[in-house]
């Protein structure tokens, strides 16, 4: 059974009376360890599965960084915010990214960021970390995951091949 989805208007960040035993808790912390010790920018990456845990207990916001046409086309994890890294065909960076974010969910939540494959995440995760969100992780695989052999995706990875819930338009 699946866990209810935090509303929009909710701007999860993590509770100062979490217990430090706290799974979510934990999880966040270890993540954001392994980041420093990579070297990161942001706070770290996190899979699709425990991007999920976090975002169905109202401990995260999950921002969509996708295109509106992917969004549209491929689908999107329900409840979910959108702030676009790259727009169009061109993928034109967006640069208002970091502004829309804010104004969104605010530099003190815990955002966590999702693209196709988790490399647009990865880099909005590092601009959004430089301009100051202290909280902000990419979600590794993406939505749709690498590309197999045969040029496609969905097979290696990604939101939609955990399963995870998802909609299209």
Request: proline fraction near 7%; hydrophobic fraction near 40%; aromatic fraction near 6%.
């Amino acid at each position: 059974m699946l866990a209810p989805q935090p509303s929009q208007a909710t701007h999860p960040s993590l509770p100062p009376s979490a217990p430090a035993d706290d799974p979510l808790t934990r999880l966040l912390e270890d993540t954001r360890q392994a980041a420093r010790e990579a070297g990161l920018p942001h706070a770290g990456g996190l899979s699709p599965r425990d991007a999920w845990a976090l975002f169905s207990a109202g401990r995260a916001v999950l921002v969509d960084v996708r295109t509106n046409e992917e969004r549209k086309f491929v689908g999107h994890v329900p409840d979910s915010l959108h702030v676009a890294w790259a727009t169009g065909t061109g993928m034109t960076r967006n640069p208002r990214f970091v502004k829309e974010l804010e104004a969104k969910v605010g530099k003190q939540a815990v955002i966590l960021l999702l693209c196709r494959s988790g490399k647009r995440s990865a880099a909005a995760a590092e601009a959004a970390a430089r301009a100051g969100f202290g909280s902000v992780f990419n979600v590794l695989e993406g939505f749709e995951g690498e590309l197999d052999a045969d040029t496609r995706r969905g097979g290696l990875g990604g939101w939609r091949f955990h399963g995870l819930p998802w909609v299209q338009d």
